[in-house]
């Protein structure tokens, strides 16, 4: 599999972007996908994961409320769909998959066995 993450860019405090992975592979839609972010200086975090055919999705508490994660098997491509951006959601935003992600699983990095490329997200106040 691989993942090629797009859809970043400069937005003000209050604005929305939508994130989009594609991904190649026959095999994607049996993956879990996820999205992480990594802020200068700090460690990468999750953001949000969706289970293999969508029927779960996970979000960080940070992000509740404001970011939704969807995806498309017919495009191969899952989405996040940032709303009210905060500067603290500035990062560089990775997609990642992984065969077995689930609840106890989808905000590990380790667990991921497919990275995409980041795509950088800047939110000025």
């Known amino acids: 599999v691989q993942l090629q993450a797009s859809g970043g860019g400069l937005v003000q405090a209050g604005g929305s972007l939508r994130l989009s992975c594609a991904a190649s592979?026959?095999?994607?839609?049996?993956?879990?996908m996820g999205w992480f972010r990594q802020a200068p200086g700090e460690e990468r975090e999750s953001v949000a994961a969706?289970?293999?055919?969508?029927?779960?999705?996970y979000y960080a508490d940070s992000v509740k409320g404001r970011f939704t994660i969807s995806g498309d098997n017919a495009k191969n491509t899952v989405y996040l769909q940032m709303n009210s951006l905060k500067p603290e959601d500035t990062g560089v935003y990775y997609c990642?998959?992984?065969?077995?992600?689930?609840?106890?699983?989808?905000?590990?990095?380790?667990?991921?066995?497919?990275w995409g490329k980041g795509t950088l997200v800047t939110v000025s106040s």
């Open positions: 969706i289970s293999w055919g969508g029927g779960s999705t």
């Open positions: 592979g026959r095999t994607f839609s049996t993956y879990g």
């Open positions: 990642a998959a992984d065969r077995w992600l689930d609840g106890s699983t989808w905000y590990r990095a380790d667990r991921m066995d497919y």
